[in-house]
């Protein structure tokens, strides 16, 4: 018997916990990407307006590419949390947590 954990823990204190409360990992799974193709998904990431409907412009990540139609291609935004600033202070706040995990 076992149990998946995803997204935790993240934070060393984390994993102290988990052990102090007597949870010992024994397998772990780790996804890295590298800083440019975060960006790169972001950057490309738009929303519906109208619908709230996420798209990506090269069909990458899970996400559809926008139907060709005007009026769809018309409402479409890029978030404000994609901005480029905003991710990569999202990468360097990942990477402070999760150091020495």
Same mark, same amino acid.
């Given at each position: 018997a076992g149990v998946i954990?995803?997204?935790?823990?993240?934070t060393v204190r984390q994993a102290t &916990?988990?052990?102090?409360?007597g949870m010992e990992l024994t397998r772990l799974v780790l996804l890295e990407e590298d800083d440019e193709s975060l960006l790169t998904a972001a950057q490309n990431r738009r929303i519906d307006l109208l619908d709230?409907?996420?798209? &990506?412009?090269t069909g990458r990540y899970g996400l559809p590419v926008p139907?060709?139609?005007p009026g769809v291609m018309g409402r479409l935004?890029?978030?404000a949390q994609d901005d480029d600033s905003r991710v990569q202070a999202r990468i360097e706040h990942y990477r402070r947590r999760t150091e020495g995990l």
């Open positions: 954990l995803d997204g935790y823990p993240a &916990h988990l052990k102090q409360q709230r409907k996420l798209y &990506h412009l139907p060709e139609e935004e890029q978030r």
